[in-house]
């Protein structure tokens, strides 16, 4: 059975940085696609990052671009999500998600009909402080 588990979130100032942990469970790591969301208090959960095929394509949300970077180690099975230049308004639950199809990489890699991602981390806090 596929984990996906999150880790490395806190409690940092504006202008800081976080980097957040997705420990994947699965040989099949390397064929992959895999995102970022994040649920913010009383706001849908949105689309942040996406990565495919290791680093073919890879796509961040407009509000983040610049200053979030997606990566995966294949051979510690990890993603990555570095944050930089850290907003009041990035703090939210993060979670990490997979797909392993072409099916479920559209709604990881698009962000849309989320309901249907079936591979969910727990998430993982991130609050920033102004």
């Known amino acids: 059975q596929v984990q996906l588990v999150e880790s490395g979130g806190g409690s940092v100032q504006a202008g800081g940085s976080l980097r957040l942990s997705c420990a994947v469970s699965?040989?099949?790591?390397?064929?992959?696609?895999m995102g970022w969301f994040r649920q913010a208090p009383g706001k849908e959960r949105e689309g942040v990052a996406a990565?495919?095929?290791?680093?073919?394509?890879?796509s961040y949300a407009d509000s983040v671009k610049g200053r979030f970077t997606i990566s995966q180690d294949n051979a510690k099975n990890t993603l990555y999500l570095q944050m930089n230049a850290l907003k009041s308004e990035d703090t939210a639950m993060y979670y990490c998600?997979?797909?392993?199809?072409?099916?479920?990489?559209?709604?990881?890699?698009?962000?849309?009909?989320?309901?249907?991602?079936?591979?969910w981390g727990q998430g993982t806090q991130v609050t920033v402080s102004s």
């Open positions: 699965d040989d099949r790591f390397s064929t992959l696609c």
């Open positions: 998600a997979a797909g392993f199809t072409d099916a479920e990489c559209l709604y990881v890699g698009t962000w849309e009909n989320q309901n249907e991602i079936i591979y």
């Open positions: 990565i495919y095929n290791g680093g073919d394509r890879i």
